[in-house]
């Protein structure tokens, strides 16, 4: 069936759906919530079967919450202009600068230099520089980077060493690393990925005394995401994939080359690199500063944005044309539907908890769960990751946020609890190409078979488990204890 009839054919299954549901009413919610549970149904249908695009799909409370009376106009509206999403934003446009001025490629070739060019080293340099820029950047955008970068040395080795075993070890290496690589480097901050934006601006509007800083986030992913990706280099080439490259110059030349046609660090790579660690030290030490003085007051959104406006202050002292280091036209590759996407889940997240649905649904699975407990956080974490698989992270994230939060409530338990793996686990998804962008993304390269991804992909879905649901029970706690919540 062509993609067109296809995705007319979703749609009109999604709106018989959501209306039988409404008529049938099989859980006899008041009218109100009956209409609201009705939206959710839809969009959460056309989320999961991609029928039209997520951003789209996240404007239709715009339409229908007025026009059914479910919420006035200015009420529906109110989530699309979130501070979380403004915080992303800045990270959006610090990042557009980065790739912009060539910034990243210059940082993921002196790691790989760094690291050495035996088959090992190879493969840990790629992931150190992936799961580094992915902090940062996109994770689609940091793939897509590295992607030729690894194919250039993939080739140099088949040129050096022949199509031998070891060479094609090291081509399935570096594409799940660069892959898997982007989705455990993006857990490591709150910009890093849409999904932690997402969970993050549900927590500060739901529970402001648990709304985790920049600083605090990092405290406890960053360790996560290196032990991740310290995990991913051992299972490739110590378990799965072993290879017996040593040492090559041709390898190291290719990387040389590349750096050589970068030429010198350029005057805006230095002015954006300096705006990007300033705005990386006000997010780290942004309590401390508010601390000692009170004429100013930092929060991670304020200090996102004034490095994203900074770069449109700063001239270039460039002659390629672009006379600030950010102008507007380069804001037209940023992801604007990802912030329309978290307004539209906050929005409905709203209403589906004034409606009293979330707190319902919350009763029903504590009454399942008994009275928490680790078994309960590695429970969250694995369906969490299993329903990744097959679907959207950020819409996943967005539909579970507040269904987590309400079997937490009933609990009476940290909602971070549940809500932290929940999240993380979202962004780990490795045994299918769909799963995440990055996966499908080295999977359409033709050097992968699905037994691949599948093994590797099974076995990192299970460290990923183990090392999310213990990061969450024994962590947690302690970061908020430290900071009197």
């Known amino acids: 069936m062509p993609l067109i009839q296809r995705n007319v054919l979703l749609i009109l299954v999604g709106v018989l759906i959501a209306i039988s549901l409404y008529a049938a009413n099989i859980f006899h919610l008041p009218q109100g919530a009956n209409k609201v549970a009705a939206v959710a149904v839809l969009m959460i249908f056309l989320w999961i079967s991609e029928a039209l695009p997520l951003p789209a799909v996240a404007l239709f409370p715009l339409v229908l919450f007025p026009l059914l009376g479910i919420a006035k106009l200015d009420v529906t509206a109110a989530p699309y202009a979130n501070s979380i999403i403004f915080l992303f934003m800045g990270g959006f446009m610090i990042g557009l600068a980065i790739e912009k001025w060539q910034l990243h490629r210059r940082i993921a070739l002196r790691i790989v230099k760094i690291t050495g060019t035996s088959g ?3 493969v840990l340099g790629f992931i150190l520089a992936t799961g580094l820029l992915s902090m940062w950047l996109s994770n689609t955008a940091t793939t897509m980077m590295m992607y030729p970068i690894a194919m250039s040395v993939v080739h140099v080795l088949e040129q050096t060493h022949g ?3 070891s060479v094609k070890h090291i081509g399935i290496c570096l594409l799940l690393s660069i892959a898997y690589a982007s989705n455990y480097g993006g857990i490591a901050t709150l910009i890093g990925t849409p999904p932690n934006v997402a969970y993050a601006a549900f927590v500060e509007k739901h529970y402001a005394g648990y709304a985790m800083s920049f600083f605090e986030w990092m ?15 051992w299972v490739l080439t110590r378990w799965l994939y072993k290879n017996d490259i040593q040492q090559s110059a041709d390898t190291a030349a290719i990387i040389n080359n590349e750096l050589k046609a970068l030429g010198p660090v350029t005057i805006p790579e230095k ?7 300033t705005t990386a030290l006000l997010w780290v030490f942004k309590d401390v ?3 000692y003085q009170t004429q100013l007051k930092f929060d991670d959104t304020i200090i996102a944005m004034m490095g994203a406006l900074t770069l449109f202050m700063v001239p270039s002292g460039s002659y390629n044309g672009s006379k600030m280091l950010m102008e507007w036209s380069d804001t037209s590759k940023m992801a604007w539907g990802i912030l329309l996407l978290f307004g539209g889940g906050l929005t409905l997240a709203t209403q589906l908890e004034a409606t009293g649905i979330v707190g319902a649904v919350g009763k029903w699975l504590a009454s399942l769960s008994g009275t928490g407990g680790l078994g309960l956080v590695l429970a969250v974490t694995v369906l969490s990751i299993l329903i990744s698989e097959v679907t959207s992270n950020i819409a996943q994230v967005i539909v579970f946020a507040p269904v987590m939060s309400s079997i937490a409530d009933n609990l009476h338990i940290n909602p971070l609890l549940l809500g932290i793996p ?7 998804a490795a045994m299918l190409p769909m799963g995440t962008p990055p996966n499908a993304i080295v999977f359409a390269s033709g050097r992968l078979q699905l037994k691949d991804m599948l093994l590797t992909g099974f076995i990192m879905n299970v460290v990923s488990i183990m090392l999310i649901t213990l990061f969450s029970w024994y962590l947690i706690p302690l970061i908020m204890h430290a900071i009197g919540t």
């Open 120 to 122: 090992n080293k190879i």
């Open 163 to 165: 199509a031998n075993k």
């Open 219 to 233: 405290a406890i992913c960053t360790p996560l995401a290196l032990l991740l990706l310290l995990a991913l280099y």
């Open 271 to 277: 002015r954006v690199l300096i705006i990007f660690i």
């Open 289 to 291: 500063i508010n601390t």
């Open 422 to 428: 929940m999240t993380l686990a979202a962004s780990c």
